[in-house]
């Protein structure tokens, strides 16, 4: 039997190595309630509990938390300021949406999933992702990832003749206003599964003649037969939407209308990586529990799905290693063009050189 001494220091170990779950949880709460706000100027529990209405000994409780954390300082008189330094991007009109949208999809979706893994693993069941509930937060989350590529892209467009850009798993469309911004002759489609998600896109993009928005899916999505073939595809965070076993379908599907020298833009967190391995992981482990999202692609598997659906892929980087997200570009392959050639002048070659065959044939 364990010694009752070394079960209790092990405990207390693990009680200090969880200490790091607080900011995330006090953050959440306080921009969820607008409690760093209230406390702007240095206030008493009981003020605040007056103003808001909220239960004293619950935000008592929560105040207390802030001052261990560092996110409120303790001034005279059992009065608590929100520290500028540590929350102003959680506070007033400098408030990040980014922010809250990241500490809402961790809490809310991330956090229950994960604490909920032993009973998927002993039931063999599965959570179902609920994209009408939770659309709106990741299409949030999705464009401050998108965010770190936009240079990247924009030089791309900027070297290349792009006549058209299909945005593919679009969100609110942020990534197309800012593309439009700079090429605003350039016709653009973001599509997306939710209805919602396209309402919310239309509405913000109103003063952009040159978007549109389509309600579709991802995988068997086509533009119109009048609108010809785009020149660039954006795939951005779409991976871990669609099944292993048909991401060869989806790449199949988009090289059929992607113009021959086109490209698209892939941005996924990638699994067994260098970078953000553990972030990564739990991604990974979140994604897995749910019966309608899968897992996410890792290097070689990447490179074997561009191979097999006859593009190269290049440029593969990280963009935010702590979370391991990368970006890459895919375009139809030159190997294959270059067989496709071969081929076409070995056949007119046998052609020329059967003339007399035809000839007498006929």
């Known amino acids: 039997m364990m010694n009752e001494w070394v079960t209790a220091m092990q405990a207390r170990k693990w009680m200090k190595k969880n200490e790091s779950f607080l900011p995330g949880w006090h953050a959440y709460v306080g921009t969820e309630l607008g409690l760093f706000d209230h406390f702007a100027k240095a206030k008493t529990v009981t003020d605040v509990a007056s103003e808001t209405g909220f239960a004293h000994d619950l935000l008592s409780s929560w105040v207390r938390v802030g001052v261990a954390v560092k996110h409120l300082k303790k001034r005279p008189n059992n009065r608590f300021r929100t520290s500028k330094k540590r929350c102003a991007a959680l506070m007033g009109d400098n408030a990040s949406p980014g922010v809250k949208a990241l500490l809402k999809e961790v809490m809310e979706l991330h956090m229950p999933t994960l604490l909920d893994y032993p009973a998927y693993m002993k039931n063999n069941h599965r959570a179902r992702f609920d994209h009408e509930r939770h659309g709106e937060v990741v299409a949030e989350t999705s464009a401050l990832i998108e965010h770190f590529a936009i240079k990247k892209i924009k030089k791309m467009i900027h070297d290349q003749q792009v006549n058209a850009i299909v945005d593919l798993g679009c969100g609110h469309g942020g990534y197309l206003r800012k593309l439009a911004e700079d090429y605003p002759n350039v016709q653009m489609t973001g599509v997306d599964i939710n209805p919602d998600v396209v309402n919310q896109a239309r ?46 379908q989806l790449l199949n599907h988009l090289y059929s209308y992607l113009k021959k020298d086109g490209l698209i833009s892939a941005i996924t967190p990638i699994n067994e990586t260098e970078h953000g391995e553990a972030f990564s992981s739990a991604f990974n ?44 570009w895919l375009t139809p392959s030159i190997k294959v063009e270059k067989i496709g050639r071969y081929q076409e002048a070995e056949e007119n070659e046998q052609t020329l050189s059967t003339p007399r065959q035809l000839t007498k044939s006929s």
């Not at 897992?295 to 191979?307: F, Q, S, T, Y």
């Open 203 to 248: 509405s913000k993009s109103e003063g952009y003649p040159n978007i549109s928005f389509e309600v579709g899916d991802v995988s068997n999505w086509q533009p119109a037969e009048d609108s010809g073939s785009p020149e660039v595809i954006l795939l951005h965070n779409i991976f871990h939407y669609i099944q292993p076993d048909f991401r060869e």
């Open 285 to 328: 482990s979140f994604f897995v529990a749910h019966s309608n999202l899968f897992a996410l692609p890792n290097v070689a598997e990447l490179e074997g799905l561009a191979e097999s659906c006859r593009f190269d892929l290049f440029d593969l980087d990280p963009i935010i290693k702590e979370g391991s997200w990368y970006t890459f």
